[in-house]
């Protein structure tokens, strides 16, 4: 609960905790005390562990990064292989491979075993199977740069370009209007590569939130479905299968509808079933005739002024008693907290658009829009993506 909800009394109590806390904890005597005794040990260790992981956490991320763009996960996923396999692979010399293998063995992306050689780690073989988390690893190299020095890129203006809003034109694009109204075709000639850029890697990580929208919500209840924003189909594509009858629908600027027509269109069982709209969703009117509408992935990418925009054009498009999905990650969600401030917190500064928000922040901006009620709806993994259901 916010503390603005507290009384004086209970605030002040908080405040006086956290200041003795606070005081104890940086005391030199107490860490060394605590570092001593038996009892108090085990915690002393482990936060000093998670002190020295928020320093050494970028050295890692570089581990990780090394590790799969050199295809050493991909080698070690094949089987366990010697230092000199590896380094042809990588392309390293024997003892700079040891060294980045040492590295990653010691945050569980690989494992050394008798012989001299090494297998995939656990973190290695849960990242192996993740299409999304991968091509993300590869894209952080953009965030990185524009992380260099993070305080000169908050202190920037937000329409100052960054690597990362040079590659997401499409997406700032969408947030800002692009060329002013009236001048479509080059806004959307403009967009054309960055439109393919981002298609791809939305495709390529999609699956994992998909996964969880649909364990988590039944589709079959609705007659039809429109998905906005839909990139290239591979949300509607999950929605279809879980949901055979169900009609299906996708919204989205037109070159980006292109993908879907050469990756859904020819598709047996979603095909006959499809509609693809072309247009903008924050300038265009939705087309009607669907109970349900799916925000995937798409608020979050958007400033207050245009993600309170799209939702009353969704609300304008629904009928009574229609329904809104929205799914994408959350500030604030159980075990997420770092992952939604944090990253995506900093990924969306330097995006030059969109922020994490709390459920009841979105909340907020339902009521405004016009919906008549909301909830919060259970996923298995709020890490990867949270979910709320609005209706008319």
């Known amino acids: 609960m916010s503390t603005s909800l507290e009384s004086p009394p209970r605030e002040s109590l908080r405040l006086r905790w956290i200041g003795l806390r606070n005081r104890v904890l940086a005391s030199p005597k107490f860490q060394h005390w605590a570092a001593a005794f038996p009892l108090t040990r085990p915690v002393a260790r482990a936060r000093a562990r998670r002190v020295f992981d928020l320093v050494a956490g970028f050295a890692y991320a570089q581990v990780l990064a090394a590790c799969v763009e050199a295809g050493l996960l991909d080698l070690l996923a094949e089987g366990p292989c010697d230092t000199i396999a590896a380094a042809h692979r990588a392309g390293l010399g024997l003892p700079a491979t040891e060294r980045l293998l040492r590295a990653a063995a010691s945050l569980g992306l690989a494992e050394s075993i008798p012989g001299g050689r090494w297998a995939l780690g656990t973190e290695g073989a849960a990242l192996q199977c993740n299409a999304g988390a991968l091509a993300m690893i590869r894209h952080h190299a953009l965030l990185y740069a524009d992380l260099a020095d993070p305080l000169a890129l908050l202190r920037a203006d937000r329409q100052t370009p960054t690597a990362l809003s040079d590659f997401w034109t499409y997406a700032r694009a969408s947030a800002t209007g692009g060329v002013p109204p009236g001048r479509q075709d080059d806004r959307e000639e403009a967009n054309k590569p960055a439109a393919t850029a981002y298609s791809a890697l939305m495709a390529a990580s999609q699956a994992m939130v998909s996964e969880q929208l649909v364990d988590a919500y039944r589709f079959s209840r609705h007659k039809a479905v429109l998905d906005v924003g839909g990139g290239t189909g591979a949300f509607i594509r999950a929605v279809g299968t ?146 709320i259901v609005a209706r008319v």
């Open 242 to 387: 879980a949901a055979p009858a169900l009609r299906l629908g996708l919204f989205d600027l037109p070159d980006v509808v292109a993908g879907a027509e050469n990756t859904l269109a020819r598709d047996a069982l979603i095909g006959p079933r499809l509609t693809l709209h072309k247009g903008s969703f924050l300038h265009d009117p939705l087309p009607q005739g669907h109970d349900l509408i799916t925000l995937v992935r798409i608020l979050h990418d958007h400033d207050d002024e245009p993600a309170l925009r799209l939702l009353r054009g969704v609300r304008a498009a629904l009928p009574p008693g229609g329904t809104l999905l929205i799914g994408e990650p959350m500030a604030g969600a159980p075990g997420g907290a770092a992952m939604g401030d944090a990253y995506f917190g900093l990924y969306l500064w330097a995006m030059g658009s969109g922020r994490p928000r709390r459920p009841a922040e979105l909340g907020a901006m339902l009521r405004s829009a016009g919906f008549r009620s909301w909830k919060e709806l259970p996923t298995n993994l709020p890490l990867v993506c949270g979910a």
